[in-house]
């Protein structure tokens, strides 16, 4: 660039119509004609995507030695054209990304986020709030605080007696409860650590549960061995008198149990565990009861679906994720409880570098395993607010709708649903490979499942629920349709054809 022209793009003054962006050191706050063009060509990106995306393959092969090759032809000696770069990073996303904003994503708790959770995203990025010290973001930590609150009310909780922290997802909200249960039995542990206690703490979950357990064990010190993956009955669910054994036996071999985990909404198969039952043992047991509502905790937004989710006002503490199925970006985790004293005390601590306490308000750091971080509830916030709860009452309604008409057109065209559940996760076999053994019904759904992603019609999974082989769809994305559900079937019917 010669002198003239990178004196004129300092300016914001070039004359053509695509201003000189400038390079180097200039580029991290440009003026005002480059950075409203270079916000132009994001817009329009995201316009494309949203009118293109439905008729894109939901996926697509990875050839990674050309996509590391172009990767690593960056080597940042030099500044490079702004406009040439985002062109190919928007083309790697393109071609190397399973589209979870696809309406034929039937994949993982992914979903396409709401317009306002993006915007949402741009502010937090753009004002960057310090959420550390309540002081530095008062706005910021209050919307949070008032989320967490609203949230909890939807649980079943007193408003005015939740507290909790925003996380970067739900494996951080559940190491949070971990670390919090463990405090709360034991207030040595905080100073002294496991070997200030007289035996060895163990908890339990489903089998079916999300294994972030075992990192979270291996996390606390607790170790991995310490986790008990309970069984499940023939729902899919925790077994609440295997349970009932088990911690016995524990107990007699000198064993601390201190937490029990309900899921509300398995990963697997989105089945919830009996909540009522399990509240009531930890009751008799003095024991903390935690529940993963991860994906499941959405379903309180709506007064048709709450019901599926009684006895978890019950719970000590509750994990919730609004990136599953409040369809807001990623990460946006949240942990909410009542003992607002206990959770101090698990994160306590005073340092003379941060600001002082304001009366009446809680620094976020002190509520949290992190300190400075992202202002994770602005997407949440504006969702909510513009949508309101009625929103996503429908949202999540039409979810669960769209997976009964999915469970009606499989069962129709003969394959088998294979677990239940009220949420829109819908698991299903194919009766071909009844009496098979269990790795060859494996190798036959994941080849079923692999003919359909290959071909970037849909997004499926092969699951193991409880041992047993199948398919697994779920309906997350706010712009699945009933055309999409009707391609899926025949996606999978294609197939089941061509395998067999």
Same mark, same amino acid.
């Given at each position: ?27 991290f ?11 132009s060509?994001?817009m329009d990106?995201l316009?494309?995507?949203?009118a293109q ?10 050839d /990674? #030695?050309?996509? =590391? ?9 030099t500044? @490079?054209d &702004? *406009? ?12 190397y ?14 979903p ?5 959770g ?12 310090q ?6 973001a ?7 605080a008032?989320?967490?609150r609203?949230?909890?009310a939807?649980?079943?909780?007193p ?12 494996a ?7 670390? /919090? #249960?463990l405090? =709360?039995?034991?207030p ?7 070997? @200030?206690? &007289? *035996? ?26 310490a ?10 669910r925790?077994?609440v008198d ?10 007699e071999?000198?064993?601390l149990?201190?937490?029990v985990?309900?899921?509300?909404g398995t ?6 565990d ?13 024991v903390?009861?935690?529940v993963d509502?991860?994906y499941?905790g ?8 709450k019901?599926?989710?009684a ?20 990460g ?10 206990a ?5 306590r ?16 750091y002190s ?21 309101g ?9 039409r ?8 469970r ?5 065209a ?19 490979a009844?009496g ?6 494996w ?25 047993r ?16 559900i ?7 019917h294609?197939a089941?054809?061509?395998l067999?």
């Open positions: 660039m010669s002198n003239d022209a990178s004196a004129r793009a300092e300016a914001g003054t070039a004359p053509s119509a695509e201003p000189v962006f400038p390079r180097g050191r200039a580029s706050d440009p003026p005002t004609a480059p950075a409203d063009w270079l916000w060509r994001v990106v316009t494309d995507e949203r995306i439905a008729g894109r393959p939901v996926s697509s092969k990875v /990674l #030695a050309q996509l =590391r090759s172009t990767v690593d032809a960056y080597d940042f000696a500044p @490079a &702004p *406009g040439a770069v985002l062109d190919e990073v928007v083309a790697l996303l393109r071609e990304t399973v589209h979870t904003t696809h309406p034929r994503y039937f994949g993982l708790f992914n396409t986020p709401t317009l306002l993006v915007v949402g995203e741009t502010l937090a990025a753009a004002f960057n709030p959420l550390a010290a309540w002081s530095h008062p706005a910021a930590a209050e919307i949070e008032h989320l967490l609203f949230l909890g939807c649980m079943g909780y408003a005015d007696a939740v507290t909790g922290s925003f996380t970067s997802g739900g951080e909200a559940n190491l949070t409860a971990t670390l /919090l #249960a405090t =709360r039995t034991w040595e542990y905080g100073t002294g650590g496991l070997r @200030a206690l &007289p *035996g060895r703490p163990v908890l339990y979950a489903s089998v079916e549960s999300h294994l972030a357990w075992l990192k979270i064990a291996h996390a606390t010190g607790i170790g991995r061995e986790v008990r993956l309970v069984p499940v009955d023939a729902a899919l925790l077994d295997r349970l009932a054994a088990r911690m016995a036996a524990d107990r071999a000198g064993d149990p201190f937490m985990v309900g899921t509300a990963t697997g198969a989105g089945v919830i009996p909540l009522p039952r399990l509240a009531g043992f930890c009751r008799e047991q003095d903390w009861f935690h509502a991860a499941g959405a379903a309180a937004l709506s007064d048709r679906l019901g599926t989710l006895g978890i006002e019950r719970a000590d503490s509750v994990t919730v994720d609004a990136h599953k199925w409040m369809s807001v970006p990623m946006a985790g949240a942990l909410l409880c009542t003992d607002a004293e959770l101090a005390e698990t994160f601590v005073t340092t003379s570098y941060m600001p002082a306490d304001v009366p009446g308000a809680v620094d976020p509520s949290s395993q992190q300190w400075s971080r992202r202002f994770a509830g602005l997407k949440l916030f504006l969702s909510l607010a513009v949508a709860r009625s929103g996503y009452a429908e949202q999540v309604e979810d669960a709708e769209l997976a009964d008409a999915l009606r057109q499989l069962t129709g003969g394959w088998r649903v294979v677990n239940d559940t009220p949420l829109p996760v819908v698991c299903f076999a194919d009766p071909a009844d098979v053994p269990a790795d060859a019904a190798e036959h759904h994941s080849a079923l499942a692999a003919s359909v992603v290959d071909g970037g019609r849909a997004w499926i999974s092969p699951v193991r629920l409880n041992g082989a199948a398919l697994r769809a779920c309906v997350i994305s706010l712009r699945t349709t009933p055309a999409d009707d391609e899926l079937v025949r996606a999978v294609d089941r054809n061509a067999s």
